[in-house]
């Protein structure tokens, strides 16, 4: 996230940044500890507290979705690019009115704990092969985006102390992990929600009080903003019109399509999304806290334009991009310029604890996969005991945030950009057919679903591999060779149509199933049934 060497903060924001993260950890903890599953009940530990108020569930399923890439990386690419980073912020809005009308009831009606569940009422014939690709899957994509939250961290550090050592990077990766694995070991979806909850009202709080005081500095005049932004872009009107970033060629412009098209399908399809939408006890308290998700959501996006285009104006393109070529900085760099030390250490307190969050939510998700679909269903069939389940549960949780921290260790230096895409293109190419075909088309079958979750995660993965993301530019992990056969680098534009398209093949090239069957699950889905 932040290749740059230079420092934005001086010492005492790095002190008051670390005092203000230690408190809130120690609160959070706390409370998680405190709110953690007593009992031996495996629903409590996967669901949580069923009823919760729309407005918490709401502010939950925000802090699920906002990273620090949010805050940080849209927002810089907004100071950067201007028109088109603000187009790029369109995408999430987007993706949440697709989640409420599409897929949120009809999921949580017909589902329990995982996607799994739903997956073997409808396919009842094959549950545990599909079980066992979809767990492949899961951890696939909640691995690939712990691993950008964690490198994100070290990144996050750097713009206070500069490129830091092995050592420093090595304690900072093994702290927050650690951190991440209590939060999803001990506290299950309770602690995962407060946490969550708590990180929303920050960031929320956080980025709209800084819009505000960068509407203030310009007399809450958008054309005086939109002004300064383009004559300290030293691009000029172009700055606002698009093409300066994906629109300079058709490959640019196939590359940002591609990119949208997994951030806005992707994001239905994202595990710890996923279970989010199945806690609440109630449709009529899903529906409202979809509502307060995508307000919320769609209020954060928003400040950050501003916040983009407030740093390019009173900050200066230039500076932004020396300090950071990839723009992470940006917000930092404002802060120190409006607030000082104080509202700088008040931000790096905030990215930290919303990579903190996001990182607990997907140790958890992909811990309930494996623990729940694979385990119990796959491995047990389903004979195992809830008290043997939350076990398992529980160690999944320290297995894969340790294998997070080795692979952030090992991939540091590593775009972690690419990492979330990457994550967000599998979800949209396996995950999201799979669950589509589920919900909504009658000939699916169990052939159909093993082939699109399978083909949709070896494509976006292979895609990538023979992508410029790899090889062939200056900014490649391995920029001396060339193997780039696919020129863009975001494979969504292709790998979501082939999760599409073989989910479809799969299923007319296979024997369908009794039509008794669907139509028990088609009623499931509208009507929902009694959950644990």
């Known amino acids: 996230m932040v290749t740059t060497g230079a420092a934005v903060a001086d010492r005492f924001s790095l002190q008051l940044t670390l005092v203000l993260f230690l408190s809130v950890v120690v609160v959070t903890l706390f409370t998680a500890l405190l709110t953690a599953p007593q009992g031996d009940e495996i629903s409590e530990f996967y669901l949580g507290n069923r009823m919760m108020s729309p407005l918490r569930n709401g502010l939950a399923m925000c802090g699920d979705y906002l990273s620090a890439a949010t805050l940080l990386g849209s927002t810089g690419l907004v100071a950067l690019t201007g028109y088109d980073g603000l187009l790029y912020l369109c995408g999430t809005a987007v993706a949440w009115m697709m989640v409420l009308l599409l897929i949120a009831e009809p999921l949580r009606n017909a589902g329990r704990f995982t996607l799994g569940d739903t997956l073997a009422y409808r396919l009842p014939h094959m549950r545990r092969p599909v079980r066992l690709a979809l767990a492949l899957c899961t951890l696939a994509v909640a691995t690939l985006y712990l691993v950008a939250q964690l490198v994100g961290s070290v990144a996050l550090?750097?713009?206070?102390?500069?490129?830091?050592s092995a050592t420093t990077r090595t304690l900072c990766v093994v702290v927050i992990g650690t951190i991440v694995i209590v939060y999803a070991a001990i506290g299950g979806m309770p602690g995962a929600t407060f946490i969550q909850v708590v990180k929303a009202v920050m960031l929320i709080c956080?980025?709209?009080?800084?819009?505000?005081?960068?509407?203030?500095?310009?007399?809450?005049?958008?054309?005086?903003?939109?002004?300064?932004?383009?004559?300290?872009?030293?691009?000029?009107?172009?700055?606002?019109?698009?093409?300066?970033?994906?629109?300079?060629?058709?490959?640019?412009?196939?590359?940002?399509?591609?990119?949208?098209l997994a951030i806005v399908l992707g994001l239905a399809a994202l595990p710890h999304v996923m279970m989010r939408l199945l806690a609440p006890k109630q449709v009529s308290v899903l529906r409202s806290s979809m509502v307060w998700a995508m307000g919320l959501v769609s209020l954060?996006?928003?400040?950050?334009?501003?916040?983009?285009?407030?740093?390019?104006?009173?900050?200066?393109?230039?500076?932004?991009?020396?300090?950071?070529?990839?723009?992470?900085?940006a917000v930092l760099l404002l802060a120190q310029d409006l607030g000082g030390g104080i509202l700088t250490a008040l931000l790096s307190c905030l990215a930290f604890?919303?990579?903190?969050?996001?990182?607990?939510?997907?140790?958890l998700a992909a811990a309930s996969s494996l623990a729940h679909d694979l385990y119990g269903e796959v491995i047990r069939k389903g004979r195992a005991k809830e008290t043997e389940e939350l076990a398992v549960a529980r160690l999944a949780a320290v297995v894969i945030g340790v294998l997070g921290m080795l692979l952030a260790l090992i991939s540091w230096g590593a775009n972690t950009a690419t990492l979330a895409f990457l994550a967000f293109a599998i979800a949209a190419s396996a995950l999201l057919p799979t669950l589509v075909y589920t919900l909504f088309w009658r000939r699916f079958t169990a052939q159909?679903?093993?082939?699109?979750?399978?083909?949709?995660?070896?494509?976006?993965?292979?895609?990538?591999?023979?992508?410029p993301v790899v090889s062939s530019t200056p900014s490649s992990l391995y920029p001396s060779a060339d193997f780039a056969l696919f020129p863009l680098q975001n494979p969504g534009i292709v790998s979501i149509p082939a999760g599409f398209l073989l989910g479809w093949l799969g299923s007319v090239l296979s024997t369908p199933q009794s039509p008794e069957s669907y139509e028990d699950f088609e009623v499931r889905t509208l009507v929902g049934a009694d959950q644990e």
């Open 157 to 164: 550090l750097t713009q206070f102390t500069g490129e830091p």
């Open 206 to 260: 956080g980025v709209t009080v800084t819009a505000v005081m960068v509407l203030h500095r310009f007399d809450w005049n958008i054309d005086a903003l939109l002004a300064a932004a383009a004559d300290n872009s030293g691009r000029g009107q172009r700055f606002l019109e698009p093409g300066l970033r994906y629109g300079g060629s058709t490959t640019s412009k196939l590359d940002f399509f591609s990119l949208q």
């Open 300 to 329: 954060v996006c928003l400040a950050a334009g501003i916040l983009g285009l407030g740093a390019t104006a009173i900050v200066g393109r230039d500076t932004i991009a020396r300090t950071d070529r990839k723009g992470d900085a």
């Open 353 to 363: 604890v919303t990579l903190l969050a996001v990182a607990a939510g997907l140790t």
């Open 448 to 467: 159909g679903a093993l082939l699109s979750l399978c083909g949709g995660l070896l494509s976006s993965v292979l895609l990538v591999v023979f992508s």
